[in-house]
T-cell receptor
């Protein structure tokens, strides 16, 4: 299994409080991603990073910010948590490399963080 | 229209059966294709990449039809341990190789 950890694994917080989720990798991969998974929506990209201090928005970035000060860590912050941000959050990593057969960019996922905003 | 569409199932099959899942995608610029497996309350895990020429990994066979924008996964000799949700996934070069996920197909293999 890819060396990806997420912390915390579970969190309950109140509306309006800031929350930071951490993703840590030991694979030295360039790309890191934050997704959220909700029933009926599948996984959706929040933000991603293509290198240290290089980040960009995904399709559902409103209300979230990220930072990447080291290759191995990618932080997701909910500035002021809302009930609509109750979800399961997955971090993923990718080397963004090429294989002999295809430009295949497999992503590998961390175990997830279950966040409940009350 | 969703970018990646799958039949949600569930597919209920007996052990030893052969089962096939299909998936269609709407973005003709999609570059890479995958099947992921997700167990209940767990992270998605890469099952296999899907290559243009089709590929096989043990009991699993994946096919890609770029002209029809269609991907399939065939599972032979189903095992109880194959019970999971199977996610069809495509990627483009936008959003740093963003993955677009289908909502998943539920497979239940019964003894």
């Amino acid at each position: 299994d890819a060396g990806i950890t997420q912390s915390p694994r579970h969190k309950v917080t109140e509306t309006g409080t800031p929350v930071t989720l951490r993703c840590h990798q030991t694979e030295n991969h360039r790309y890191m991603y934050w997704y959220r998974q909700d029933p009926g929506h599948g996984l959706r990209l929040i933000h991603y990073s293509y290198g240290v201090k290089d980040t960009d928005k995904g399709e559902v970035s409103d209300g979230y910010s990220v930072s990447r000060s080291k290759t191995e860590d990618f932080l997701l912050t909910l500035e002021s948590a809302t009930s609509s941000q109750t979800s399961v959050y997955f971090c993923a990593i990718s080397s963004g490399g090429l294989t002999l057969r295809t430009s295949s960019y497999e992503q590998y996922f961390g175990p997830g963080t279950r966040l409940t905003v009350t | 229209r969703k970018e990646v569409e799958q039949d949600p199932g569930p597919f209920n099959v007996p052990e030893g059966a052969t089962v096939a899942f299909n998936c269609t995608y709407s973005n003709s610029a999609s570059q890479s294709f995958f099947w992921y497996r997700q167990d209940c309350r767990k992270e998605p895990k890469l099952l296999m990449s899907v290559y243009s020429s089709g590929n096989e990994d043990g009991r699993f066979t994946a096919q890609l039809n770029r002209a029809s924008q269609y991907i399939s996964l065939l599972i032979r000799d189903s095992k109880l341990s194959d019970s999971a949700t199977y996610l069809c996934v495509v990627s483009t070069m936008e959003y740093g190789n963003k993955l677009v996920f289908g909502a998943g197909t539920i497979l239940r293999v019964k003894s």
